[in-house]
């Protein structure tokens, strides 16, 4: 039987990262054509970032932890998710978002580029063994 060890609610706080994400997302395609009210947006998308930065924190802080297979698969699902992120922000484009709305809209598929990539890693990399930092 092997040991689970304890880590700090990283995953947690990004997938509360990607809810708030694509609740902004949902918001703002729920309001085109239309202008958007960008307030809450905002909101959603700083609460997004300090989440996921907290979540980055507390990855960085881990003694032991498998770095080797955390990047390897971190590496290739952030490329997997750049281009999906850039593919929906084509849409967006082409569709004629333009401006304050683009630049959120932007961001949060950043964020979204960030988070489900740095979900999949850790979840990977926890199960194998450890390194020593």
């Known amino acids: 039987m092997v040991e689970e060890r304890q880590y700090p609610p ?7 990262s990607m809810a708030a994400v694509i609740i902004g997302g949902i918001y703002i395609a729920g309001h085109l054509p239309q202008s958007v009210p960008l307030a809450p947006v905002v909101v959603l998308l700083i609460l997004s970032l300090v989440l996921v930065a907290a979540a980055a924190v507390m990855l960085s ?69 450890a390194e020593m930092s």
């Open 10 to 16: 990283i995953v947690a706080l990004t997938v509360t």
């Open 61 to 129: 802080r881990l003694d032991t932890f498998s770095w080797r297979t955390f990047f390897t698969v971190g590496r290739w699902a952030v490329l997997a998710y750049i281009v999906i992120a850039g593919m929906l922000e084509y849409i967006f484009v082409v569709d004629g978002v333009r401006g304050s709305t683009l630049i959120l809209t932007t961001l949060m598929l950043a964020v979204y580029a960030i988070d489900i990539p740095l979900i999949l890693a850790f979840s990977v990399a926890r199960y194998q063994p």
